[in-house]
């Protein structure tokens, strides 16, 4: 049997954004797509080749960790999954693949899921430039060694032909609760570049728990620095907006939103069991109400970490009990929750 790795402890000790410190823009994702050009696609690779792919990147980056998945219980995966917020899905065969990762818990690599290798990485700030420079000394320097797949007109290929180019994606992790309970969301829409999308983290047109992805929309055609720009100040259009909107609100509006807060608030201080989407969709409205100065704050309530503590894999984690979230998880998600916010003090809800 495959012996176990152990994950850096940053991602059992602390929850991911806990560094985030803006309340409506706390973390921004940068992701860079590449592919050797030595070898096939990963979706063409035998497992012998998709090994080799796995040794010479793993060669070329001995500062990192690298994590075979095999090594990795399916709870570590999908732990790594929920901290990074990414859409593959983790339960797919591990031959060949692994994971790149470091003390910091803002970087992941990931080796022979649908490119060769994905390089990505968090940050709570909302200037781009660090961040950027980082994730791009690193591609530099494993390109040197490495060679990736490169077209002169086409840029850098990937296996989605959508996303050649830069294979850059930079997504702007935003919280507009009140933009999009008070339907000033669509206005805000009609002014959109036609070179950022946006996105929610459930289904499609579903913005779970508020938070609202703002993206470039391409990655050929474009340089990096425009990615970066455009994604840039439209997020900051986006968090102007709420700011001004949560600063202006009439009485109408207001009374609308405590409404909803206090039926969030009255959820999840009574539920028995619930659901991660009604549960994430009560907590942000309850984190608006507190950043409205209607819910008095506790110092142990923070949104953001309830957000990933609410969440089957860190939950688990949090609990020590794997076997307890797999069978009873809704019940343990509204336990967790009724001990938070039982320190939450709503009575402004009601004057």
């Not at 075979?68 to 983790?90: T, V, Y």
């Not at 549960?279 to 409205?292: D, F, N, Q, R, V």
């Amino acid at each position: 049997m495959e012996k176990r790795e152990k994950l850096p402890s940053i991602f059992t000790s602390k929850l991911p954004w806990s560094g985030a410190t803006h309340p409506i823009w706390p973390a921004t994702l940068f992701l860079l797509r590449r592919n050797l050009e030595s070898h096939l696609f990963p979706a063409k690779l035998t497992p012998k080749l998709a090994k080799e792919v796995l040794d010479l990147i793993k060669k070329s980056i001995p500062s990192l960790q690298t994590l075979p998945a095999e090594s990795l219980s399916p709870h570590q995966k999908e732990l790594l999954f929920e901290h990074f917020i990414l859409d593959e899905g983790f339960e797919k065969q591990d031959d060949g693949r692994a994971f790149v990762v470091d003390d910091s818990g803002l970087f992941l690599g990931v080796i022979n899921l649908e490119d060769h290798l994905h390089l990505h990485t968090f940050s709570f700030e909302q200037n781009f430039t660090l961040p950027w420079f980082t994730l791009s000394s690193l591609e530099k320097t494993l390109s040197k060694e490495l060679g990736f797949s490169y077209s002169p007109r086409f840029g850098y290929l990937t296996s989605d032909p959508a996303v050649c180019g830069t294979g850059l994606l930079v997504q702007a992790f935003l919280h507009l609760p009140a933009l999009l309970h008070l339907e000033k969301f669509p206005e805000m829409l009609e002014s959109l570049p036609e070179d950022i999308a946006i996105r929610g983290l459930g289904q499609q047109g579903e913005f779970l728990a508020d938070f609202v992805l703002v993206e470039n929309k391409f990655t050929l055609g474009v340089s990096e620095e425009y990615i970066l720009k455009s994604v840039q100040e439209s997020a900051e259009k986006f968090t102007a907006a709420e700011v001004t909107l949560r600063k202006n609100l009439d009485p109408s509006q207001a009374s609308l939103l405590k409404d909803k807060i206090g039926r969030s608030f009255g959820l999840l201080s009574n539920a028995c069991s619930i659901q991660a989407q009604e549960a994430l969709s009560s907590l942000s409205l309850i984190h608006l109400g507190k950043e409205l100065g209607w819910i008095k704050k506790a110092s142990s309530f923070n949104f953001f970490d309830l957000f990933f503590s609410s969440r089957r894999a860190h939950l688990a984690e949090l609990t020590k009990n794997e076997t307890l979230i797999k069978e009873h998880l809704p019940t343990a998600r509204a336990h967790h929750l009724r001990k938070e916010i039982s320190s939450l003090d709503p009575s402004k809800l009601f004057l």
